[in-house]
C-alpha cells in the first residue's frame, strides 16, 4: 500500500467543513483513499454505481437520519446529481444543533459537472480536493523513470512487468472509451476519440491547433473543441494557459495540451518499455508533462500557472504565480546537465521573475548562475509545496 500524500489533508478538511468532495480519474485510488479514512472514523461506505446502494438512497434524507454522526461517503456521487440540494438541508439541520464537521465525502470521476451541482448547492458547505495519479514524492526515487514511464495509476505503476502494465493501460484507456465516457455528454463513436487522444498523446506539449486537429478527425473544429472539453472536464488532459502580461510584447495566446498522465500518454502512442521510451520523438513533451503533472499536484490550492511564450521567440515552459507577489520562472530539461535556452534568458528579461530554476532529469541540485538554480524533479517539487 502507497500512502498518498493528501491523506493528511484531506483528514484536515474533514475535521473543518461539513462535506468534502474529492474529485480524480477512474482508478486513480479515490476508493481505496476514502475507505482508509472510512477505518478510521465511525463511516458508511455507498458505491453508486452499485444498483443497490443506489437504491438505499431513494430517499437520502432519511437515510442520513439513520446513520447521523457517521461520515458518509458517497461514490462516484455523479450518479446522483440530485441529491445535492437536499445534502444542504441536512448540513443546516446540523448546523442549527452545533454539528459542524465531517458529515460527508463525495468521491467523483468529472471535475466540471461535479463542481458546478455541488457548487450551486453546497455553497460554503464544501471543501473540494483533487487525487491524481501517484506522484514522484510518493515513490522511492530509483523508480522514477519507472513511474514516468508507467504512469501514475496504481494498478499500472504496481503491475510485476511492463508488458502487464501497458495491457492494464489499454484496458482503461478502452474502458472510458466504450462505458464511462458515453455518460457524460452526447454519444461519440470510440474509435473517433481514441484518434483524437492519440493524436493529443503526438503533439504533447504543443499549442493548441483546433483545426488541424479537426481537420485530421474531418470534423468541425467547434466538434473538436468539444472532444478536448470532454476529457479536460474528465481530468485526463490538461490545457495550460498562456501567461499575459501588459509589457506591450506579442505574446502567444493558445493554451498547450497535455494528456495528464503520462503512461496512458505512452499507451496511446505504443511505448511499452523505459527503452522504447528514451528513444522515441515524444518523449521531451512526454518528460515535461510529467514535471507539470508533479508540480501542479504539489503547489499549494492558490497558486496558478501558465507558460510564457512571445512572437519573438522568448519562452518559458512554465510560470508559477504564488498569488503572494513575485513569479516563479520553470525550465524544463529531461538531461542531468541542463543547457539553457537564449529564449529562456530573454523571457525572463521580460518578466524578472523573483526565482529562476531549471528542473532536470538528474538527482542532484545546484546553482547554474545568473541567480538560476538547477533542482531535481523531488527538490523542485519540495519547494513549490511552501509556496
Given at each position: 500500500m502507497i500512502e498518498r500524500s493528501i491523506s493528511s489533508e484531506l483528514e484536515r478538511l474533514l475535521n473543518r467543513a461539513?462535506?468534502?468532495?474529492?474529485?480524480?480519474?477512474?482508478?486513480?485510488?479515490?476508493?481505496?483513499?476514502?475507505r482508509q479514512i472510512a477505518r478510521k472514523r465511525s463511516a458508511v461506505y455507498?458505491?453508486?454505481?452499485?444498483?443497490?446502494?443506489?437504491?438505499?438512497?431513494?430517499?437520502v434524507q432519511q437515510f442520513c437520519e439513520l446513520n447521523e454522526g457517521k461520515l458518509i461517503v458517497f461514490d462516484e456521487v455523479q450518479r446522483a446529481p440530485g441529491m445535492f440540494a437536499t445534502l444542504r438541508v441536512i448540513i443546516d439541520s446540523y448546523r442549527q444543533r452545533g454539528l459542524r464537521t465531517g458529515h460527508f465525502l463525495l468521491l467523483g470521476s468529472a471535475s466540471i459537472d461535479l463542481l458546478r451541482q455541488s457548487g450551486e448547492s453546497l455553497a460554503g458547505r464544501v471543501s473540494y480536493l483533487e487525487?491524481?495519479?501517484?506522484?514522484?514524492?510518493?515513490?522511492?526515487?530509483?523508480k522514477t523513470l519507472k513511474l514516468w514511464n508507467r504512469g501514475g495509476f496504481p494498478e499500472s505503476f504496481l503491475a510485476p512487468d511492463d508488458n502487464e502494465s501497458a495491457r492494464w493501460r489499454e484496458d482503461f484507456i478502452r474502458t472510458y472509451l466504450e462505458r464511462d465516457i458515453p455518460q457524460f455528454g452526447p454519444?461519440?463513436?470510440?474509435?473517433?476519440?481514441?484518434?483524437?487522444?492519440?493524436m493529443l498523446a503526438h503533439r504533447q506539449g504543443g499549442l493548441l491547433n483546433a483545426s488541424e486537429?479537426?481537420?485530421?478527425?474531418?470534423?468541425?473544429?467547434?466538434?473538436?473543441?468539444?472532444?478536448?472539453?470532454?476529457?479536460?472536464?474528465l481530468l485526463l488532459v490538461r490545457r495550460l494557459k498562456p501567461w499575459t502580461s501588459n509589457q506591450g510584447?506579442?505574446?502567444?495566446?493558445?493554451?498547450?495540451?497535455?494528456?495528464?498522465?503520462?503512461?496512458?500518454?505512452?499507451?496511446?502512442?505504443?511505448?511499452?518499455?523505459?527503452?522504447?521510451?528514451?528513444?522515441h520523438p515524444a518523449a521531451g513533451g512526454s518528460w515535461e508533462g510529467y514535471v507539470i503533472e508533479n508540480l501542479a499536484g504539489a503547489m499549494p490550492k492558490l497558486g496558478s500557472m501558465g507558460f510564457y511564450r512571445s512572437k519573438g521567440g522568448a519562452e518559458i515552459d512554465l510560470i508559477i504565480d504564488s498569488g503572494k507577489g513575485g513569479l516563479w520562472a520553470i525550465e524544463i530539461k529531461r538531461g542531468s546537465v541542463p543547457k539553457l535556452s537564449k529564449g529562456f534568458h530573454a523571457?525572463?528579461?521580460?518578466?524578472?521573475p523573483?526565482?529562476?530554476?531549471?528542473?532536470?532529469?538528474?538527482?542532484?541540485?545546484?546553482?547554474?548562475?545568473?541567480?538560476?538554480?538547477?533542482?531535481?524533479?523531488r527538490d523542485m517539487m519540495e519547494t513549490v509545496s511552501k509556496l
Open positions: 461539513p462535506a468534502v468532495v474529492l474529485t480524480g480519474p477512474r482508478q486513480v485510488g479515490k476508493t481505496t483513499l476514502a455507498l458505491d453508486l454505481e452499485n444498483p443497490r446502494d443506489l437504491a438505499r438512497i431513494e430517499d487525487l491524481g495519479p501517484l506522484s514522484a514524492r510518493e515513490i522511492d526515487e530509483e454519444r461519440i463513436p470510440a474509435e473517433t476519440l481514441r484518434r483524437f487522444w492519440t486537429l479537426a481537420r485530421g478527425l474531418d470534423v468541425a473544429s467547434v466538434t473538436a473543441g468539444r472532444y478536448l472539453d470532454l476529457l479536460v472536464d510584447k506579442r505574446l502567444v495566446k493558445t493554451p498547450r495540451i497535455y494528456v495528464r498522465d503520462s503512461g496512458v500518454a505512452h499507451a496511446l502512442l505504443g511505448i511499452t518499455t523505459v527503452n522504447d521510451l528514451l528513444g523571457a525572463c528579461e521580460d518578466l524578472k523573483s526565482r529562476r530554476f531549471v528542473v532536470h532529469g538528474g538527482s542532484e541540485s545546484f546553482p547554474v548562475g545568473k541567480g538560476i538554480e538547477a533542482l531535481s524533479l
